[in-house]
């Protein structure tokens, strides 16, 4: 068993790795004070058996715990093992390289991606960031890229046209038609509201665009009727 203790230590100790995981663990290699205790060499034993079952992996490497193993422009990580690449670098073959961000942008220090976004009212077009234009009466919504017109204004060939609302007509925002609607009572016709014509035992329907017979009358020629009886 001391045996066994002695090499368990030379193997973390030697670790090209650092052996963070023994740190971790705090496994105190007191020979003296674990020889005679059964649970202590049970737990070793499991825990001797685990690292060497993790070095058997490939793939697996441990964290660098000493600074001159750190590469440049790293920065050893304050809660994990092991190091990250600096804001603008990103790791490659164990080392961090420059991210070339172009104007107008700002580097992610995501390892995905190109390492870099175009600041708000820039667009990434053929990888540089070029200007948004913002036509008159419009303004970037939230994401900063996506142009929109003011209240009152509509799109039309990427300018914001001043909407004309017809006598008895409303605002209606939207990306298509008009940008207006008739009040309840009136119908569109030719870019005017014209008012509905509701004939006797009839009313007005639940779209407020056209009418309806009352029950038990029936729409016959604009005129609401009740039906024959059999």
């Not at 649970?39 to 964290?63: C, D, E, I």
């Not at 142009?147 to 409303?170: A, E, L, T």
Request: glycine share 8%; proline share 5%; charged share 25%.
């Amino acid at each position: 068993m001391l045996k066994l203790l002695k090499s368990s230590k030379l193997l973390l100790n030697k670790s090209l790795t650092g052996f963070s995981l023994y740190k971790k663990l705090s496994i105190h290699l007191e020979v003296d004070k674990v020889k005679n205790n059964e649970h202590a060499q049970l737990r070793l034993k499991s825990v001797y058996t685990l690292l060497l079952l993790s070095l058997s992996v490939p793939g697996f490497v441990y964290a660098k715990d000493t600074a001159d193993e750190i590469p440049e422009n790293a920065t050893m990580n304050a809660y994990i093992d092991g190091w990250s690449c600096n804001l603008g670098y990103r790791e490659s073959a164990g080392a961090c390289a420059a991210v070339k961000v172009p104007d107008n942008a700002y580097p992610t220090n995501k390892s995905y991606g190109q390492g870099w976004e175009c600041k708000r009212s820039f667009k990434k077009v053929n990888n540089i960031c070029t200007k948004v234009k913002v036509p008159v009466n419009g303004y970037l919504d939230y994401s900063g890229v996506r142009v929109k017109c003011d209240r009152g204004y509509q799109m039309n060939n990427k300018n914001c046209v001043f909407i004309q609302v017809p006598k008895n007509g409303f605002l209606q925002p939207s990306s298509y038609g008009p940008g207006w609607s008739c009040e309840r009572g009136y119908r569109e016709n030719e870019g005017e509201c014209i008012a509905l014509n509701v004939p006797e035992n009839a009313h007005i329907g639940y779209s407020g665009k056209v009418w309806e017979c009352n029950e038990p009358y029936t729409k016959k020629n604009n005129n609401c009727i009740l039906p024959l009886k059999k």
